[in-house]
C-alpha cells in the first residue's frame, strides 16, 4: 500500500526548499498573509503526490488540518524571530521537526494507510515504492536545505568573530551563487546513496562545483558555502536515510 507519510513529507520538502523562492520568502517576512502562496504551493503538491488517497473523505480533513498547521507554524517562526528570538539553524531544525511531527500525526492518525487506494494506472511503481519515496525526501534536503544550513552556520561563525555583526548584513545568497552547492551535494549524496564502488565518487564530487566555482568567477575564498558543511549534511542525511529505509523494509 502507498504511504502517505512519506508523499506528503515530499510535498513538503518540495514547497519549503526548492519552491519556496526569494519572492514567496519575502512575502513571508513582509506580509501577514504572505504565507499563502507558500501554502498553496504545500497544498496543491500534497495533492498531486497523495492521488492514492483523494478519493477519501479522510484526506481532505486530512490535508486541510495539515496546510491550516503548516501556515500557522511558519508564522509563528516569522514572529517569534522577529520579536523575541534570532533566527538560527536551532529555530529551522525545530521548525522542520515539527512540520514533519504534524505530517506524521495526520498521516498516521488522522488519515490512515489502509485508506489508500492501490489501483493507480500508470504511475504505481512510484506510489508503492516507499523506499524510493525516502531516497527523494532525503536528497531533497540536502541538495536544497544544505544551503540554508551552510547560512546559518555563516551567520553563527561571524556573530562569533563579531559580537555586534548584524544578522541582516549577511545577505541569503542569490540562486546564482547557490549553484555550485546544488552541484556538490547532488553527486554526493547519489554517490553515498548508492554505496559499494561509488564511494570513490565522493573525493570527486567537488571538482564540479569547484569548476562551477571558478567559471562563475568566484574568489579563492569567496564561494558561500563551506565544502567541509556540505560533506557534513551529505553524509548525515544518507546516513538517517539508511538506517529509516532499513528499519522500515523490516
Same mark, same amino acid.
Given at each position: 500500500?502507498?504511504?502517505l507519510?512519506w508523499?506528503?513529507l515530499?510535498a513538503?520538502?518540495i514547497?519549503d ?10 512575502l513571508?517576512e513582509?506580509?501577514?498573509w504572505?504565507?499563502l502562496?507558500?501554502v498553496?504551493i504545500?497544498?496543491i503538491?500534497s495533492?498531486a503526490?497523495?492521488?492514492?488517497f ?9 490535508l ?12 509563528l ?5 522577529k520579536k523575541?528570538?534570532?533566527? =538560527? ?10 512540520h514533519?511531527m ?5 498521516a498516521y492518525k488522522v488519515?490512515r494507510i489502509?485508506?489508500?487506494? =492501490?489501483?493507480?494506472?500508470v ?7 516507499s523506499?524510493c519515496?525516502?531516497i527523494?525526501s532525503g536528497l531533497i534536503?540536502s541538495?536544497f536545505?544544505g544551503?540554508?544550513?551552510?547560512h546559518?552556520?555563516?551567520i553563527w ?5 563579531h559580537s555586534?555583526?548584524?544578522?541582516? =548584513?549577511?545577505?541569503?545568497?542569490a540562486?546564482?551563487?547557490?549553484i555550485p552547492g ?6 554526493l549524496?547519489?554517490a553515498?546513496?548508492a554505496g559499494?564502488y561509488?564511494?570513490?565518487a565522493?573525493?570527486f564530487a567537488f571538482l564540479?562545483?569547484?569548476l ?8 579563492k575564498?569567496? =564561494?558561500?558555502?563551506?565544502?567541509f558543511?556540505?560533506?557534513l549534511?551529505?553524509a548525515?542525511?544518507?546516513l538517517?536515510i ?9
Amino acid at each position: 500500500m502507498p504511504d502517505l507519510f512519506w508523499l506528503i513529507l515530499i510535498a513538503h520538502l518540495i514547497a519549503d526548499f526548492p519552491l519556496q523562492t526569494d519572492r514567496i520568502y519575502a512575502l513571508k517576512e513582509k506580509y501577514v498573509w504572505g504565507a499563502l502562496p507558500h501554502v498553496a504551493i504545500f497544498f496543491i503538491f500534497s495533492i498531486a503526490l497523495a492521488l492514492p488517497f483523494i478519493k477519501t473523505a479522510a484526506f481532505w480533513k486530512g490535508l486541510i488540518l495539515l496546510t491550516t498547521g503548516h501556515g500557522i507554524i511558519d508564522w509563528l517562526k516569522t514572529c517569534l524571530t522577529k520579536k523575541y528570538f534570532k533566527d =538560527s539553524l536551532l529555530f529551522f531544525l525545530i521548525d522542520q521537526c515539527t512540520h514533519i511531527m504534524l505530517i506524521w500525526i495526520v498521516a498516521y492518525k488522522v488519515i490512515r494507510i489502509e485508506d489508500g487506494s =492501490s489501483n493507480l494506472f500508470v504511475l504505481s511503481d512510484f506510489f508503492l515504492n516507499s523506499h524510493c519515496h525516502i531516497i527523494i525526501s532525503g536528497l531533497i534536503f540536502s541538495v536544497f536545505g544544505g544551503t540554508i544550513i551552510n547560512h546559518y552556520i555563516k551567520i553563527w561563525r561571524t556573530r562569533k568573530k563579531h559580537s555586534n555583526a548584524n544578522q541582516t =548584513s549577511i545577505q541569503f545568497p542569490a540562486f546564482r551563487e547557490r549553484i555550485p552547492g546544488y552541484v556538490e551535494r547532488s553527486i554526493l549524496f547519489s554517490a553515498m546513496m548508492a554505496g559499494g564502488y561509488f564511494f570513490i565518487a565522493v573525493p570527486f564530487a567537488f571538482l564540479p562545483a569547484v569548476l562551477v566555482r571558478y567559471l562563475m568567477g568566484y574568489k579563492k575564498n569567496g =564561494s558561500h558555502e563551506n565544502i567541509f558543511t556540505n560533506f557534513l549534511v551529505v553524509a548525515v542525511t544518507a546516513l538517517l536515510i539508511h538506517f529509516v529505509g532499513a528499519a522500515y523494509q523490516v
